[in-house]
């Protein structure tokens, strides 16, 4: 009798964990990253896979922020230093001092049409708007696919990456240097 109780308890907790698991999965966001010392977020529905960092072949004549090539699952991607990309103190260090066994390749949805992944110092999970206080002003120097800027209830800038704009911004789109 007593491990039929049991049996219950534990279906009972699970349902409530399925549940509150699917409740988080639709009010989460974004996917929270760092890079070069800064937070970004990363719209969820403009956000891809997720690869641990991989060989990346280097590409000669491109801009400091394009890294190269990397095979991953099959397919050719070019690597972009997020970092580098966006500016700022965390993109004057070489991505080579800053791999670890954190370091990540976040690609781009499929839907954007473009065979890229950023990488990542670290990912800093799912973050939704209750985590954020107050909306922060852009830094002026930001590029335009930086489309907000929030403060967390701890007081953190955070930067949101419109990769969508990102994926048709004529800087990004001409890699040659």
């Given at each position: ?18 549940s ?117 002003q ?33 800087e ?6």
């Open positions: 009798m007593a491990n039929r109780q049991s049996l219950k308890d534990l279906q009972e907790r699970l349902a409530q964990r399925l509150a698991a699917k409740t988080e999965a639709v009010t989460a966001s974004w996917l929270a990253v760092e890079a070069g010392g800064q937070r970004f977020l990363l719209p969820l529905v403009q956000s891809g896979e997720i690869f641990p960092w991989s060989a990346v072949q280097e590409v000669p004549y491109t801009k400091p922020w394009y890294l190269g090539v990397a095979s991953l699952r099959g397919g050719l991607h070019g690597v972009i230093d997020l970092a580098r990309l966006v500016g700022g103190s965390g993109g004057e260090t070489p991505h080579t001092e800053r791999i670890t066994s954190e370091s990540r390749l976040v690609s781009f949805h499929h839907a954007l049409g473009i065979n890229a992944v950023m990488l990542i110092d670290r990912l800093l999970g799912l973050k939704n708007p209750a985590n954020f206080s107050t909306l922060a852009v830094p002026e120097d930001a590029p335009t696919y930086v489309s907000r800027c929030l403060l967390d209830m701890q007081g953190q800038t955070w930067l949101e990456i419109d990769l969508q704009g990102l994926s048709t911004e004529p990004f789109l001409a890699i040659a240097a």
